[in-house]
C-alpha cells in the first residue's frame, strides 16, 4: 500500500481563519479524497481532488468553504476557510487506484485533528 | 446520507473471545471494505470484498458478504486488547465509477484484558 501524510497532525485555530491540510503520497496515485470526521461520527466525503482540474464536491460541501489543490499525482491540498467551532473534526485524505492493487481499495492518510475556538 | 449501518454501535468483550460485527447498506455495491480506526487517528485498511465473493479471511479476521440481504460481518477471532477500535465498513457503488466510498456508522470495540 501507499505511504500517505498529512500536515499538520494537529492544530487549534481561532475562528474566522483558515488552515491549509497537506497530503502526499509516496507514489503516484490516481485518485485522491477528502473526508470529514466529525466529533464521534463516522467519516462523510468532502470531495475528489482531480489532478489539474476543480475538485468534484459532494452535497453539502463548497468550494468557497473548502478549495481543493491538487497539482500533481502525489499531492494534495485542502483548505477550511473561515473556520467556525463546527469545523472542529479529523480530516483525512485517501487514496485509491493504486498500481497492483485492486480495484476499489483505498488507503487513508493519518488525518488531521482541527479544533476551532 | 450514510449508506451503511452497523451494529452493535459498541461491544465490549473479554481477550480471547471472538467479536462480530455486521454491516447493512442500501443499494448494489462494487466492493465492501472495512477498516479500524484507533482514538480518532487514521484509518487502517483491513479487508476488501468484492460483490461477487461470499467469504475472505486475512489472519484472524473473517468477512462475510450476502449481497441478496445487502448485508456484511466482519468477526475477529481470539481478540486481544489491541483490537480496541472502531471499525467502519464503506461501500462503493456499484452504479458509480468514482470510486468513492460511503461509510457505515462504526462499532466501537473494546477489548477486557
Known amino acids: 500500500s501507499a505511504v500517505i501524510s498529512q500536515k499538520p497532525s494537529r492544530d487549534i485555530c481561532q475562528r474566522g481563519t483558515s488552515l491549509t491540510i497537506q497530503c502526499q503520497v509516496d507514489?503516484?496515485?490516481?485518485?485522491m479524497f477528502w473526508y470529514r470526521q466529525q466529533p464521534g461520527q463516522s467519516l462523510t466525503l468532502i470531495a475528489t481532488a482531480n489532478q489539474g482540474s476543480e475538485a468534484t464536491y459532494e452535497s453539502g460541501f463548497v468550494i468557497d468553504k473548502f478549495p481543493i489543490s491538487r497539482p500533481n499525482l502525489t499531492f494534495s491540498t485542502l483548505t477550511v476557510s473561515n473556520m467556525s467551532p463546527e469545523d472542529s473534526s479529523i480530516y483525512l485524505c485517501?487514496?485509491?487506484?493504486?498500481?497492483?492493487?485492486?480495484?476499489?481499495?483505498?488507503?487513508f492518510g493519518p488525518g488531521t485533528r482541527l479544533t476551532v475556538l | 446520507s450514510q449508506q451503511g449501518e452497523e451494529d452493535p454501535q459498541a461491544l465490549s468483550i473479554q481477550e480471547g473471545e471472538n467479536a462480530t460485527m455486521n454491516c447493512s447498506y442500501k443499494t448494489s455495491i462494487n466492493n465492501l471494505q472495512w477498516y479500524r480506526q484507533n482514538s480518532g487517528r487514521g484509518l487502517v485498511h483491513l479487508i476488501l470484498i468484492r460483490s461477487n465473493e461470499r467469504e475472505k479471511h486475512s489472519g484472524r479476521l473473517r468477512v462475510t458478504l450476502d449481497t441478496s440481504k445487502k448485508s456484511s460481518s466482519l468477526l475477529i477471532t481470539a481478540s486481544r486488547a489491541a483490537d480496541t477500535a472502531s471499525y467502519f465498513c464503506?461501500?462503493?457503488?456499484?452504479?458509480?465509477?468514482?470510486?468513492?466510498?460511503?461509510f457505515g456508522s462504526g462499532t466501537r470495540l473494546l477489548v477486557r484484558p
Open positions: 485517501s487514496v485509491g487506484v493504486l498500481a497492483g492493487r485492486p480495484s476499489g481499495e483505498q488507503f
Open positions: 464503506a461501500t462503493d457503488g456499484l452504479m458509480d465509477s468514482s470510486y468513492k466510498l460511503i
Open positions: 507514489s503516484q496515485v490516481t485518485m
